[in-house]
């Protein structure tokens, strides 16, 4: 997957970026996404929740390249064509959880093979990383089902260059007549701002909002 490099002679952001690089700034957000209307069209179809969640996390992901934007091994800066989503699953017999990968698809039928196929070899798999060989190109999604929360945030101590969007889903619960779910967003302000954050919710929304355009 091609990685483009930023011209940052010539970039709208290069004083934004230098500024919260050197300050290390980071800033996460939570908001609850109504997913009332998607709970019913994955019922329906026998789909499940958490691989709609995150190929709608990556769909937006590869959508705005301020949530591609990294530095590649020699720590020059740039953003991916495509991000690849690396997620956590649960191991209920110990407790454990393990990050494995899954190649993505703008078609959600064909990410979703690409997900039952991963989770039948991998599902039983102990260990922290168990799907070897994780590309560059990937994002950090996972996943706390067990509690409601109303803010999330994790700290990294990597002299904060760690650019990319780590994104978390919480437990949904209801509230009148809707179902909700939370989520967090984490960025980096050097690449992301409010208005970046506020557009992958509202993207994210939609996505809940209308999911029978993309649930073929």
């Given at each position: 997957m091609k990685f483009n490099l930023i011209d940052r002679e010539n970039w709208d952001r290069?004083?934004?970026?230098?500024?919260?690089?050197?300050?290390?700034?980071?800033?996460?957000?939570?908001?609850?996404?109504?997913?009332?209307?998607?709970?019913?069209?994955?019922?329906?179809?026998?789909?499940?929740l958490y691989p709609s969640f995150i190929y709608m996390v990556s769909k937006i992901v590869n959508s705005h390249p301020e949530f591609r934007t990294c530095f590649n091994d020699e720590r020059v800066l740039g953003y991916w064509d495509q991000m690849i989503p690396s997620y956590t699953i649960f191991h209920d017999d110990n407790k454990t959880f393990s990050c494995i990968w899954t190649e993505f698809s703008n078609e959600f039928s064909v990410f979703y093979e690409n997900y039952q196929e991963d989770i039948k070899q991998y599902a039983d798999v102990k260990g922290l990383f168990t799907k070897e060989n994780e590309p560059k190109n990937s994002f950090p999604i996972s996943s706390i089902p067990w509690v409601s929360f109303t803010g999330f945030n994790l700290n990294i101590n990597n002299e904060g260059d760690f650019l990319l969007p780590i994104i978390t889903?919480?437990?949904?619960?209801?509230?009148?007549?809707?179902?909700?779910?939370?989520?967090?967003?984490?960025?980096?302000?050097?690449?992301?701002?409010?208005?970046?954050?506020?557009t992958f919710l509202d993207e994210l929304q939609h996505l809940a909002n209308n999911c029978h355009k993309w649930l073929t």
């Amino acid at each position: 997957m091609k990685f483009n490099l930023i011209d940052r002679e010539n970039w709208d952001r290069d004083q934004y970026f230098e500024y919260y690089l050197n300050e290390k700034c980071t800033f996460s957000i939570s908001a609850n996404i109504d997913i009332t209307a998607l709970l019913e069209h994955l019922r329906n179809k026998g789909i499940k929740l958490y691989p709609s969640f995150i190929y709608m996390v990556s769909k937006i992901v590869n959508s705005h390249p301020e949530f591609r934007t990294c530095f590649n091994d020699e720590r020059v800066l740039g953003y991916w064509d495509q991000m690849i989503p690396s997620y956590t699953i649960f191991h209920d017999d110990n407790k454990t959880f393990s990050c494995i990968w899954t190649e993505f698809s703008n078609e959600f039928s064909v990410f979703y093979e690409n997900y039952q196929e991963d989770i039948k070899q991998y599902a039983d798999v102990k260990g922290l990383f168990t799907k070897e060989n994780e590309p560059k190109n990937s994002f950090p999604i996972s996943s706390i089902p067990w509690v409601s929360f109303t803010g999330f945030n994790l700290n990294i101590n990597n002299e904060g260059d760690f650019l990319l969007p780590i994104i978390t889903g919480g437990k949904y619960f209801n509230l009148e007549d809707r179902t909700l779910l939370p989520i967090s967003l984490q960025v980096h302000h050097a690449v992301c701002d409010g208005y970046h954050a506020s557009t992958f919710l509202d993207e994210l929304q939609h996505l809940a909002n209308n999911c029978h355009k993309w649930l073929t």
